[in-house]
């Protein structure tokens, strides 16, 4: 079991290799995978139960212990990024296809891989759990009405429905996980230790699904999405720095709400995109949009831990979704 665990820990630090291999795969192959694209929601809900299993009742209470730091932290994510990802659609003056598609992403929460960002940028890292997981919990609210204001004008939006469709597929899960986590206890260890292969395995589908029935897209809008994509991401980070640095808050906690901002749950938004909008159309776009953003996220995550690596610090990560929880850390300086 120990030897399923190392391997399982394995895979999900080098995840940004797999997403990867995964991009080109669905690119080389779309029929195959693309006939994959029906499992998007399924595999997210697996995610999500997974994430909520390894949540504790200390990752909320931050918001009582320092509730500022948290607050402006989730305002400045869910006015920031929709706001940015609108500007963007805007100066580009991009196809309403493929603005829907990111400013879908843009109204989507912060992802979880945002956790182990900020403890490899050093970073307030019990702050950003605070923030992920409680904008996971808006999300079902706040993600349908951002993308009703900012793309209401592009695309007809069912509020009732999305909030629905968010509440089914997130939330429902991560409570079961919790249940599960709280009843079971040691029960189900071996389970969170296979979890990191488990999670890689299933967004990897979600991004060779969402690459392929998008090459196409690719092929003619790729570039432009690739760039306003990263755009979007280093102007969230950039005035998520500056807003927590106006606050007052200290280095750490500059560090911790910079990143929760400038990083979406794109799984969510490949989710809400296979739902919402038929793949055979033209909203194939929108899966674009997710499977980019998923793939330019994990290549800063590579880029950033090889940086990190000369060091002294070893962590131990569990893999959730598309993104990572940290779990348990030690500094070996």
Sequence with gaps: MNQIA????WI???????????????FIFPEFFASLAFLIVPILGIIMFGMGMTLKTEDFLEI??????????????FTLMPLIAYLLTVIFNLDPL????VILVGCCPGGTSSNVITFLAKGDVALSVAITSISTLLAPFLTPILLSVFAGQLI???????MITITK????????????HKFL???IEFVTEVLPMVSVLGISIIIAAVVAVSKATILDSGSIVFIVVALHNMTGYTLGYVIARLSGFTEKQRRAIMIEVGMQNSGLGAALAATYFNPSLPYRVQYLVCGITSVVRWLRIFLLREMVSRSFISCRLVVIGDDYLKSDIENEN
């Design 156 to 162: 007809d939006i069912d509020l009732a429905s999305m």
């Design 98 to 101: 493929i603005a829907v598609g």
């Design 64 to 77: 009582v212990k320092r509730p500022k730091p948290v607050l402006v932290g989730l305002l400045a994510q």
């Design 185 to 187: 206890g040691k029960k």
């Design 169 to 180: 597929i997130v939330i429902l899960p991560i409570l079961l996980g919790v249940i599960f």
């Design 6 to 9: 190392l391997l399982s820990s």
């Design 12 to 26: 999900g630090k080098t995840f940004a290799i797999w997403a990867l291999i995964s991009a080109v795969l669905g």
